[in-house]
């Protein structure tokens, strides 16, 4: 007797699971996650910064001048969250650390794991003055400029 080869419509749905979209809770949590991560980075690198100064010989008011500089500030702010969102989201493929946090992962829109430069390019539409506003619409900026989303990361079957 021959077996049943025609597939079952139970096996093309385990194929094909179905896609969960991250809700605007989880986007934000992900977003309040990150946004700590990105100052206390900071706050360590100043304050490693400042410690080299002063052992250095630089005195508090040298160092006060040097902290309080604008252009070092923003630099520095913009330098590391760039850095640390794409190296993060490339090499992990899609996940921060807010999404490791909420179970979530960005994906480009064909359900494909993000490339190094769609996390870049996620990185630098972040930056656009008023982004984290557009997360309270239909995609955030930085998902529809550069085609990505962000599901709920599929469960794999044990």
């Known amino acids: 007797m021959e077996e049943n ?15 969960e979209y991250a809700t605007t ?15 206390v980075v900071n706050f360590t690198i100043l304050f490693t910064f400042a410690v080299g100064l002063a052992m250095a010989g630089k005195t508090a008011d040298d160092i006060q001048q040097m902290l309080s500089n604008k252009v070092l500030s923003y630099s520095l ?3 590391t969250y760039l850095l640390l969102y794409t ?17 979530t992962v960005a994906v480009q829109n064909n359900l494909e794991p993000i490339t190094w430069e769609k996390a870049f390019t996620r990185t630098l539409c972040r930056l656009i003055p008023f982004e984290p506003v557009s997360g309270l619409g239909n995609a955030p900026w930085h998902d529809s400029i550069t ?7 599929p469960r794999t079957a044990v």
């Open 5 to 19: 080869t025609v597939p079952s419509v139970f096996d093309e749905a385990a194929e094909y699971p179905q896609i």
């Open 25 to 39: 809770g989880n986007r934000f949590l992900n977003f309040v996650i990150d946004s700590i991560v990105c100052y």
């Open 77 to 79: 702010g913009i330098g």
């Open 87 to 103: 190296v993060i989201e490339g090499a992990t493929k899609g996940r921060s650390i807010g999404k490791l946090f909420t179970g």
């Open 147 to 153: 085609g990505t989303c962000v599901i709920k990361k």
